[in-house]
């Protein structure tokens, strides 16, 4: 029998993420939120963003704010793909180390997801506050049950991209609230490493609650891409928080 070896979330998938995102256009994701904070900040403003992944989306948002930092948690995705972003700091979104206050925080692709509980989710928030200007924003996106439940119509994904062989399974517990995105991922060697990514889908309104017990206050949801008014029928839903 062939040997899986367990790894750390993104060590592996570092290496096939740009082809899973390869429909991405981040282009014009970048343009969607310069177009929400456009309302609120300056091009002058100084930028954060959290969960950055593979600065892929840093590239093109530094195209609007000069002054912007990329922070992950997982070092392999910071380095395993070039960049024009000088600025790039491996960290975990609940422990950031900055004591500068910025005027734009960002928080894209359903990371928010991967904090699987309530206290976390309340932790970021704290943080969030805490690195947020006067007059600053934070802008993220979250995946809600109806995305859930879209992926696992079609729960298996194949592929192959430089050599490497991968497979993907989505699973979703109504009754946990938790997603599932299992990878298995073989090298040309024969090595197989296995990556299970857990994101906890929570209410709708949930999110208001948290974030306005941390002191913050959402000034805009909408359905993600859109301008159109969020809700718990949107699969994605995009908020703008700001200070209190």
Known sequence: MQKISVSKNYTHVADIYEHLMRKVRYDYWADYIYALASNYITEKATA????SGNCKLARFL?????KL???????DMLVKYPSNIKNKICCDMLRLPFKTKFDLLISAFDSVNYLTTKRKLAEFMQEVHNRISDGGIFTFDASLEPNSYKH???PIRKGSYKNLNYHQKSEYDPLKKIHKNIFLIQYPNG????????????AFEEYF????????SVKECYE?????????????VQFVVVKR
């Open 152 to 154: 696992i119509k079609h």
């Open 191 to 202: 090595n197989v490493y296995k990556e299970v990514h857990i994101q906890r889908v929570y």
């Open 48 to 51: 954060l963003e959290i969960s």
């Open 209 to 216: 609650k948290i974030i306005e017990d941390a002191g913050l």
């Open 69 to 75: 930092i990329a922070t992950d948690l997982s070092f």
């Open 62 to 66: 530094s195209a609007y704010y000069s």
């Open 224 to 236: 993600s891409f859109t301008f159109k008014d969020g809700s718990p029928k949107s699969p994605r």
